[in-house]
């Protein structure tokens, strides 16, 4: 089995940063494209950030310019770096990797907290 752990959520003020990780760990061959998604309360889950196992980014609108998303192919991590903080990014961000292991199969963390308020 596969397990994705975030951390380095919290409460941060406005135009606060916060770094986000994700550490995947079991049985893993490789891991292709990772990506941060998140979800406000009565809202549905939305695509943050995402990044190919080559490196290559793609970020939702309403991030561009504030978060960067990278990796640790080494360390099977992925970041997200949030700056500029808003209030509107008040979320529970989860981690989403496609992990081959035999076959390609794809995992969800278990979220982290981000609360942006003064």
């Known amino acids: 089995q596969v397990q994705l752990v975030e951390s380095g959520g919290g409460l941060v003020q406005p135009g606060g940063s916060l770094r986000l990780s994700c550490a995947a760990s079991?049985?893993?061959?490789?891991?292709?494209?990772m990506r941060w998604y998140r979800q406000a309360p009565g809202k549905q889950r939305d695509l943050v950030a995402a990044?190919?196992?080559?490196?290559?980014?793609d970020y939702a609108d309403s991030v561009k310019g504030r978060f960067t998303i990278s990796r640790d192919n080494a360390k099977n991590t992925v970041y997200l770096q949030m700056n500029s903080l808003k209030p509107e990014d008040t979320a529970v961000y989860y981690c989403?990797?496609?992990?081959?292991?035999?076959?390609?199969?794809?995992?969800w963390g278990q979220g982290t907290q981000v609360t942006v308020s003064s």
């Open positions: 989403n990797a496609d992990v081959v292991y035999l076959w390609l199969r794809n995992f």
């Open positions: 079991g049985s893993i061959s490789s891991i292709g494209a």
């Open positions: 990044i190919t196992s080559g490196g290559s980014t």
